[in-house]
């Protein structure tokens, strides 16, 4: 399976990107799809998941209310909507997929982490 990122760039603070991310190869195994964040000198943080058929999501406390993902299954297609960005929004954004992503709570199950897609930089001016 490989993931396609794209959708990130330069926004001001309030300002709202769209992250796609588009699965290919042997994708009945993609289960649920996710997106991680990691800012310069912090750790790696689950933004946001969602599961298989789309009936269950996770969301961090920090975009609650603020960030809204959804799938397309007939796509393979992970979208991830931002609005009222922040500067401390500002990282690399990777999608993630497979049968090991919990998608309540947004990690990997067993650290076994499936498939990752290439980052892609979002960065929020004050």
């Known amino acids: 399976v490989q993931l396609q990122a794209s959708g990130g760039g330069l926004v001001q603070a309030g300002g709202s990107l769209r992250l796609s991310c588009s699965a290919s190869?042997?994708?009945?195994?993609?289960?649920?799809m996710g997106w991680f964040r990691q800012a310069p000198g912090k750790e790696r943080e689950g933004v946001s998941c969602?599961?298989?058929?789309?009936?269950?999501?996770y969301y961090a406390d920090s975009v609650k209310g603020r960030f809204t993902i959804s799938r397309d299954n007939a796509k393979n297609t992970v979208y991830l909507q931002m609005n009222r960005l922040a500067p401390e929004d500002t990282a690399v954004y990777y999608c993630a997929a497979g049968p090991h992503l919990v998608p309540r709570g947004c990690f990997w199950y067993s650290d076994y982490e499936d498939y990752w897609g290439q980052g892609t930089q979002v960065t929020v001016s004050s």
């Open positions: 190869g042997s994708t009945l195994d993609i289960a649920a």
């Open positions: 969602i599961s298989s058929g789309g009936g269950s999501s």
